[in-house]
């Protein structure tokens, strides 16, 4: 059965859209991704580009803010920040939740070239945490919901 997974940060400019964009890709048959944010904004523009340097384009999808209903219908729920993680007091109990803080790379300062490396450090960061999800999926090892 194909779980909804709903990824939260802040803006749903970066870290939420990599996680599903990343998802979408890495978890196609078992998971069905979606990203909100506690606020919408824009899809971070080095967020596509460090996605498309590994095939992902995330060039279409659109930042926004949370959905109650959407998020009534979710399996699990996963933060990316501490400010959506404050959120979850929000959260159905029935939904799973797991907190991933993944330091937010929108801010950086320096060189084009140092600001890339942190976006790139998040989506790695993320797809480790994602393939680490799918493999405990498959094996079961997260099986309550």
């Known amino acids: 059965m194909v779980k909804k997974i709903l990824f939260i940060c802040t803006a749903n400019s970066c870290r ?22 506690l ?7 080095m967020a596509v580009a460090v996605m498309k340097e590994i095939g992902i384009d995330i060039s279409r999808q659109v930042s926004k803010s949370i959905d109650h209903d959407l998020l009534r219908s979710m399996d699990m729920v996963i933060t990316l920040c501490t400010n959506a993680e404050s959120y979850c007091q929000r959260i159905p ?19 084009e070239d140092k600001v890339m490396r942190e976006f ?7 797809r480790d945490r994602i393939i680490d999800l799918l493999s405990s999926l498959r094996s079961g090892r997260i099986s309550s919901f």
């Open 93 to 111: 109990l029935d939904v799973k939740r797991l907190h991933w803080p993944v330091k937010d790379p929108v801010g950086t300062i320096g060189t």
């Open 39 to 45: 606020i919408s904004s824009i899809v971070h523009p």
């Open 16 to 37: 939420s859209q990599i996680a599903e964009g990343l998802a979408r890709q890495l978890g196609k048959g078992l998971i069905e991704p979606y990203s909100a944010g």
């Open 120 to 126: 790139r450090r998040a989506r790695d960061e993320i």
